[in-house]
């Protein structure tokens, strides 16, 4: 492992958000509620469907997971950021990084297969609903959202490995308030090429295959809404995948930017600042999503309140 060659460089400084320290107070409030939010929302989430029998259906196992997965995401670069705002300082190891770096983007892998599998849910639902109760089994639920989990973190270990054979010989400052692998690569002093083609090749089809699931189920979904004769059939149809489809698209519009490109060394500030929306906002929009646009989770959330 090249790492062992790097021993000038065992520790990184991440860089964050460089400014006063007005700015850095602000930044660390604001990531600070972010996260309660994030946390006590899906904690919430996960609970009420453990507590009503109503909600124990596929959609809302489904449901649960991304809420589980949405608390570990944040929490494999929130709680780091919080405290290099608060210190100033943002060192963090060479280990550390890496295994920041592997479950960062493990779980965001694992948020495509995710996403994908409830918009396979959903089809079902809506397009083949006298045969959802038969095909979607809790054994069928069980195995999507394993896979979901098991090529989310099989799917980083060939850039990982990779990342573990580079030196790093420049400048120990990561421009980034977590270990993203663009800015993380440009310190290493190795051909970091492979690596480049590995993480590039890898975005491109969990981005593109999970998105042609999703594209191709709501493809199938809006036919057989607009063939719905009444206006309130079809805004009940569209109702029960309104959460999914919002959050689909926030997550989409905010990762295939981050992902899909080409060359690590181009705007790392740009970079740096639409990752926030992924990593600190999108976690903290899902519970209030899925809330407020979903009659079921609404009514469960009610009836939790007024038997306090």
Same mark, same amino acid.
């Given at each position: 492992?090249?790492?062992?060659?790097?021993?000038?460089l065992s520790t990184f400084i991440l860089l964050g958000f460089p400014g006063?320290?007005?700015?850095?107070?602000?930044?660390?409030?604001?990531?600070?509620?972010?996260?309660?939010?994030?946390?006590?929302?899906?904690?919430? /989430?996960?609970?009420?469907?453990?507590?009503?029998?109503?909600?124990?259906?596929?959609?809302?196992?489904?449901?649960?997971?991304?809420? @589980?997965?949405? /608390?570990?995401?944040?929490?494999?670069?929130?709680?780091?950021?919080?405290?290099?705002?608060?210190?100033?300082?943002?060192? *963090?190891?060479?280990?550390?990084?890496?295994?920041?770096?592997?479950?960062?983007?493990?779980?965001?892998?694992?948020?495509?297969?995710?996403?994908?599998?409830?918009?396979?849910?959903?089809?079902?639902? /809506?397009?083949?609903?006298?045969? %959802?109760?038969?095909?979607?089994?809790?054994?069928?639920?069980?195995?999507?959202?394993?896979?979901?989990?098991?090529?989310?973190?099989?799917? *980083?270990?060939?850039?990982?490995?990779?990342?573990?054979?580079?030196?790093?010989?420049?400048?120990?400052? /990561?421009?980034?308030?977590?270990?993203?692998?663009?800015?993380?690569?440009?310190?290493?002093?190795?051909?970091?090429?492979?690596?480049?083609?590995?993480?590039?090749?890898?975005?491109?089809? &969990?981005?593109?295959?999970?998105?042609? &699931?999703?594209?191709l189920s709501y493809a199938y979904i809006v036919a057989t809404i607009i063939? *719905?004769?009444?206006?309130?059939?079809?805004?009940?149809?569209?109702?029960?995948?309104?959460?999914?489809? =919002? &959050?689909?698209?926030?997550?989409?519009?905010?990762?295939? @930017?981050?992902?899909?490109?080409?060359?690590?060394?181009?705007?790392?500030?740009?970079?740096?600042?639409?990752?926030?929306?992924? =990593?600190?906002?999108?976690?903290?929009?899902?519970?209030?999503? %899925?809330?407020?646009?979903?009659?079921?989770?609404?009514?469960?959330?009610?009836?939790?309140?007024?038997?306090?």
């Amino acid at each position: 492992m090249a790492w062992g060659r790097s021993q000038n460089l065992s520790t990184f400084i991440l860089l964050g958000f460089p400014g006063p320290r007005g700015l850095q107070t602000w930044l660390f409030l604001l990531f600070l509620v972010a996260y309660v939010l994030t946390v006590a929302g899906n904690l919430a /989430i996960i609970s009420l469907v453990g507590a009503h029998r109503r909600l124990q259906t596929p959609m809302y196992f489904f449901l649960c997971n991304l809420s @589980f997965l949405e /608390i570990w995401f944040t929490t494999a670069c929130v709680p780091k950021a919080l405290a290099t705002f608060a210190s100033h300082s943002g060192a *963090i190891s060479l280990a550390g990084c890496a295994a920041q770096m592997y479950f960062v983007f493990s779980l965001g892998c694992t948020e495509y297969f995710l996403l994908a599998a409830m918009a396979y849910d959903r089809y079902l639902a /809506i397009c083949l609903p006298l045969r %959802y109760g038969s095909t979607m089994t809790p054994g069928l639920s069980a195995r999507l959202a394993l896979g979901s989990w098991l090529c989310g973190f099989s799917a *980083i270990t060939v850039p990982a490995a990779l990342i573990a054979r580079l030196s790093f010989c420049r400048s120990h400052v /990561i421009n980034h308030f977590f270990c993203d692998i663009a800015p993380w690569i440009v310190l290493s002093c190795s051909d970091t090429r492979g690596v480049e083609l590995a993480a590039f090749g890898i975005a491109f089809c &969990v981005i593109l295959g999970s998105c042609f &699931v999703t594209l191709l189920s709501y493809a199938y979904i809006v036919a057989t809404i607009i063939r *719905i004769p009444s206006a309130r059939g079809r805004h009940r149809a569209f109702s029960t995948c309104s959460s999914h489809l =919002t &959050v689909v698209l926030i997550w989409y519009g905010s990762t295939i @930017f981050l992902h899909v490109r080409t060359s690590v060394e181009s705007s790392l500030d740009l970079t740096k600042a639409v990752t926030v929306l992924n =990593t600190v906002v999108t976690p903290v929009l899902n519970p209030f999503i %899925y809330t407020l646009r979903n009659k079921d989770v609404r009514e469960a959330l009610q009836r939790s309140v007024q038997r306090k």
